[in-house]
């Protein structure tokens, strides 16, 4: 290790509520020569409402590689600097990967804070598993993206969780049902921690209905949680009357068109009907 004197502190804020911020937080904040923000004007507002006041420097997604280098210095010449996004934690589908990456590789001392995330907060209201779990982040904003990376997540058995907005949820809803079936269990967690904070959960088809028939529920930051695959399709496993019903239809249309309606029937991954349907039937 060189004898690098500056730290790089990566602060967790409010994703909504301000008294979630904690007083270590505050402290470093207080402490520190300078805070790289996401979006100044944003984190200008929490700051201010605590009464501190200190130097910003934009750091976000367009900008972060070439920045990072400009921090990377300032903090080789000593200064302490607090890494900020616009709510939660920074990294967790925010900017800073490269910061943290060129810091670490310099040998410049990071330290972490623990605070608010806006996917555990939600995982841990949910009622589904949280033993195992996969963060997905942002799914695709083109539908065919979108459903590729469903399709590839579609075996995944550990509950997933998904970051999404307000104007692609319904469309997210409607791939994820085409892509896992009808039937999967889904939890939203929309505005945690706001005034309108809503947890509320259904199979997916039930729950996009439920959204579309108020255009306010589809409003704020919205945190998906889905039920990983269960595990009898993980097995092959399927009932008898949705082989029975299988080798019927797939006998009066292609195997592949038979295997799509019997999972919309019985709540079956295509995929793996089609897949028995190939290994069984002649």
Same mark, same amino acid.
């Given at each position: 290790?060189?004898? @690098?004197?500056?730290?790089?502190?990566?602060?967790?804020?409010p994703?909504?509520?301000?008294q979630?911020?904690?007083?270590?937080?505050l402290?470093?904040?207080?402490?520190? =020569?300078?805070?790289?923000?996401?979006?100044?004007?944003?984190?200008?507002?929490?700051?201010?409402?605590? %009464?501190?006041?200190?130097?910003?420097?934009?750091?976000?997604?367009?900008? +972060?590689?070439?920045?990072?280098?400009?921090?990377? $210095?300032?903090?080789?010449? /000593?200064?302490?600097?607090?890494?900020?996004?616009?709510? /939660?934690?920074?990294?967790?589908?925010?900017?800073?990967?490269?910061? @943290?990456?060129?810091?670490?590789?310099? %040998?410049?001392? @990071?330290?972490?804070?623990?605070?608010?995330?806006?996917?555990? #907060?939600?995982?841990?209201?949910?009622?589904?598993?949280?033993?195992?779990?996969?963060?997905? &982040?942002?799914?695709?904003?083109?539908?065919?993206?979108?459903? =590729?990376?469903l399709?590839?997540?579609?075996?995944?058995d550990?509950?997933?969780?998904?970051?999404?907005?307000?104007?692609?949820?319904?469309?997210?809803?409607?791939?994820?049902?085409?892509?896992?079936?009808?039937?999967?269990?889904?939890? !939203?967690?929309? $505005?945690?921690?706001?005034?309108? +904070?809503?947890?509320?959960?259904?199979?997916?088809?039930?729950?996009?209905?439920?959204?579309?028939?108020?255009?306010n529920? #589809?409003? &704020?930051?919205?945190?998906?949680?889905?039920?990983?695959?269960?595990?009898?399709?993980?097995? %092959?496993?399927?009932?008898?009357?949705?082989?029975?019903?299988?080798?019927?239809?797939?006998? +009066?249309?292609?195997?592949?068109?038979?295997?799509?309606? @019997?999972?919309?029937?019985?709540?079956?991954?295509?995929?793996?009907?089609?897949?028995f %349907? !190939?290994?069984?039937?002649?």
């Open positions: 290790m060189n004898n @690098v004197t500056g730290i790089l502190y990566i602060v967790a804020t994703i909504g509520n301000l979630d911020i904690t007083q270590r937080a402290d470093i904040f207080s402490q520190v =020569d300078l805070i790289a923000a996401e979006d100044t004007r944003h984190s200008g507002l929490l700051l201010s409402h605590y %009464g501190i006041k200190k130097p910003f420097f934009a750091l976000h997604d367009h900008n +972060e590689q070439e920045k990072a280098v400009v921090l990377v $210095e300032k903090l080789k010449q /000593g200064s302490r600097i607090a890494l900020i996004s616009d709510a /939660g934690t920074p990294l967790i589908s925010d900017p800073g990967f490269h910061l @943290v990456r060129q810091c670490r590789e310099a %040998g410049i001392k @990071v330290v972490p804070l623990p605070g608010a995330c806006a996917a555990i #907060t939600a995982l841990c209201a949910s009622g589904i598993a949280s033993d195992r779990f996969c963060f997905e &982040g942002f799914l695709p904003a083109k539908t065919k993206a979108r459903k =590729d990376k399709e590839n997540l579609s075996e995944e550990r509950t997933l969780i998904f970051y999404e907005s307000t104007h692609r949820i319904l469309d997210t809803l409607a791939d994820m049902q085409d892509v896992l079936g009808k039937d999967r269990y889904v939890v !939203l967690a929309r $505005e945690i921690t706001k005034t309108w +904070e809503t947890i509320v959960g259904d199979t997916i088809k039930n729950l996009r209905q439920w959204l579309v028939e108020d255009s529920r #589809t409003k &704020g930051e919205m945190v998906l949680i889905v039920e990983g695959k269960p595990k009898q399709e993980n097995k %092959g496993e399927f009932s008898p009357q949705a082989i029975k019903a299988l080798s019927l239809i797939a006998q +009066e249309l292609p195997l592949k068109k038979a295997a799509s309606i @019997v999972a919309e029937l019985y709540g079956y991954k295509k995929n793996a009907l089609y897949q %349907g !190939l290994d069984n039937f002649n």
